[in-house]
């Protein structure tokens, strides 16, 4: 496979920041614009500055909104849906040699994956699976649109995708289908860049370069693509790219315009089985370092640096309290902006190349439970669901429960979402006459001689009596132990490779693990995990404040709830050690 299209493949020079540490970059200037935006809001509402107030609102929701639609065009049956899927490693696509109707259709972030039909003007949606697509988008399905379909977004859990970036497939131009060129001619205006497919059966024909034209009038960056490449020798490849760059240089007057060819089928097919040489020899990879380098070096520059000008615009000249540091701020991130982009060309083609190095996407968090927590929420959900009957029928059970004090605070609300008010009616009256005896000897006698006699307070359930916690405690010790018993490191890595643990637990579980190579791999995986969720939380604030909670993705929703869960464990989980403390465990 040539390597006209790429760039060297000098391994000592792959030194910079990986493509997740730019993004992340990314990601952490624009929630400090937010920020800034926020203190300003606040600012401009105190000093009643509506006008002030509505632009940066806009611009929030400009923020909040942020994404890039990276536009596939080019005439029909060129390959444009199979190189989506290969980029994305997965056919989430139709592709094939029937046409797809007069609808856009867009890859975007999902924590599962469905596909968005939007239909005219109309705010409802409808939701279907991916595999009916092809009923929505097809010619052969949906003939002339008759669905009224205007655009189709399919939503998956590529990591990519996580940042805001939108691949967005459009039907075939010159088709037989005279809509299809209209809806993606119509389309351009939205693309931030557009990648352009040619294939090697028919490359670059007259039609083509009108509409290679058109696609530079609308966008700064054009990426073209000799697809199909695998159809030719090594000696027609040669040819055919030399003819290509030759045409699109000439055609678009731009010398340093890149071509790059590949075999989509085969990176698709690469992918699917994890083979590298065979993704190596598609071209594929080249390709996605330029893309790659795109949204993390160009465009998100731009964005940035632009949503800057337009705050100082707002912010300068205006009798804000507190807005000479807000302006202070602005130019400190204008410059460190500037300064992390000045990247030396060893830099920028290092930080393309380290895409491939890039583990397999993470799992959403959606399912994100601690292990542990979840055998002591088991054990005590088991325990109570029987022993809420047995107090409920038997007076043994009621005395003995009385006796102990009842349950702990927590666990008798625990308790009361499984009884029915007959059995709390049944189950507690033994419970409320021992605390009046109490009470009232308390008033009568004094505290000399009573249990609480060290106490000015009147009695209270004593602790550690709790039986709830008592199984709690035994579940959590059982789990500690199995989980920390693997007899080696790797066995031990496998064996957790699939839990998760709140920090309280982790650090418990540390105690006990002996091997290095387990407590890193659990650490790493902690720490990847809060990052990622932290992310997920300015997320969530960043559409809040923007008004585009429409944007929301399920795993934000469920961040505010399960960061807490990650730092102190389930809820349900809680309960006191037999120990003697909250969740204490001795070293």
């Known amino acids: 496979m040539s390597d006209r299209g790429g760039r060297g493949q000098d391994a000592g020079r792959e030194r910079s920041v990986s493509p997740e540490g730019a993004l992340r970059s990314y990601d952490r200037r624009k929630h400090e614009l937010a920020q800034i935006v926020r203190e300003g809001l606040a600012a401009a509402r105190e000093a009643k500055n509506d006008q002030l107030e509505r632009a940066l609102q806009e611009v929030s929701a400009k923020l909040a909104g942020d994404h890039f639609n990276l536009v596939v065009v080019g005439q029909f049956s060129r390959g444009k849906s199979t190189l989506m899927n290969a980029i994305l490693g997965k056919s989430y696509l139709p592709s094939g040699i029937v046409p797809v109707t007069s609808v856009i259709t867009a890859?975007?972030?999902?924590?599962?994956?469905?596909?968005?039909?939007?239909?005219?003007?109309?705010?409802?949606?409808?939701?279907?699976?991916?595999?009916?697509?092809?009923?929505?988008?097809?010619?052969?399905?949906?003939?002339?649109?008759?669905?009224?379909?205007?655009?189709?977004?399919?939503?998956?859990?590529?990591?990519i995708l996580r940042r805001g970036f939108f691949f967005v497939d459009t039907p075939g131009l010159g088709s037989v289908v005279s809509e299809n060129t209209a809806t993606?001619?119509?389309?351009?205006?939205?693309?931030?860049?557009?990648?352009?497919?040619?294939?090697?059966?028919?490359?670059?024909?007259?039609?083509?370069?009108?509409?290679?034209?058109?696609?530079?009038?609308?966008?700064?960056?054009?990426?073209?693509?000799?697809?199909k490449i695998d159809l030719a020798g090594a000696a027609e490849q040669e040819e055919i790219l030399a003819f290509v760059e030759a045409k699109v240089r000439e055609e678009l007057n731009s010398p340093s315009q890149h071509v790059f060819a590949v075999s989509a089928r085969n990176a698709l097919e690469a992918k699917l089985s994890a083979d590298g040489e065979r993704l190596a020899q598609s071209g594929l990879p080249n390709l996605e370092d330029e893309l790659i380098q795109y949204l993390t070096l160009r465009k998100q520059d731009d964005l940035l640096l632009g949503a800057c000008d337009r705050i100082e615009s707002l912010l300068r000249g205006s009798l804000l309290s507190g807005v000479e540091r807000l302006l202070e701020r602005l130019a400190e991130m204008q410059s460190a902006i500037v300064q992390e982009s000045d990247l030396s060309a060893e830099a920028a083609e290092a930080r393309g190349r380290a895409h491939r190095k890039?583990?397999?996407?993470?799992?959403?968090?959606?399912?994100?439970?601690?292990?542990?927590?979840d055998e002591i929420i088991h054990a005590v959900f088991e325990f109570l669901r029987i022993y809420q009957y047995d107090l409920s029928i038997s007076e043994e059970t009621q005395l003995a429960h009385a006796r102990a004090g009842g349950f702990c605070p927590f666990h008798t609300w625990q308790y009361a979402q499984l009884a029915s008010p007959q059995g709390v009616s049944s189950a507690y009256p033994h419970v409320l006459f021992r605390f009046s005896r109490e009470l009232r000897d308390l008033a009568e006698f004094g505290t000399e001689g009573h249990p609480s006699c060290d106490v000015v307070d009147p009695p209270i359930p004593?602790?550690?009596?709790?039986?709830?916690?008592?199984?709690?405690s035994e579940a959590e010790e059982r789990a500690l132990v199995n989980f920390a018993a693997s007899p080696s490191a790797g066995i031990a890595t496998k064996s957790l490779a699939s839990r998760n643990f709140c920090l309280k637990h982790l650090h418990d579980l540390l105690l006990d693990l002996r091997h290095t190579e387990v407590g890193r791999f659990l650490l790493l995986r902690q720490s990847q995990n809060l990052a990622r969720v932290g992310e997920n939380l300015q997320r969530y604030a960043l559409r809040f404040d923007g008004r585009r909670q429409d944007l929301t993705t399920d795993e934000e929703l469920q961040a505010p709830y399960q960061s807490l869960a990650m730092l102190v464990g389930h809820p349900k989980a809680q309960h006191f050690s037999v120990r003697g403390n909250w969740h204490y465990r001795e070293p």
């Not at 975007?108 to 699976?129: A, D, F, H, K």
């Not at 205006?189 to 294939?199: H, K």
């Not at 890039?358 to 927590?373: D, E, K, N």
């Open 462 to 472: 004593p602790r550690g009596t709790c039986q709830a916690c008592r199984i709690a």
């Open 358 to 373: 890039q583990a397999p996407g993470a799992v959403p968090l959606l399912r994100w439970s601690c292990a542990i927590c």
């Open 184 to 227: 993606t001619l119509n389309f351009l205006p939205e693309a931030d860049a557009i990648v352009f497919v040619t294939s090697c059966d028919a490359p670059l024909t007259q039609a083509e370069l009108i509409y290679l034209r058109e696609c530079r009038a609308q966008v700064r960056s054009l990426f073209v693509v000799v697809n």
């Open 107 to 159: 890859v975007s972030y999902g924590s599962r994956e469905r596909v968005v039909l939007r239909q005219g003007n109309s705010i409802l949606t409808l939701e279907i699976p991916i595999r009916e697509l092809v009923n929505y988008v097809t010619e052969q399905a949906n003939p002339g649109n008759r669905r009224g379909i205007t655009i189709a977004e399919v939503q998956a859990p590529v990591e």
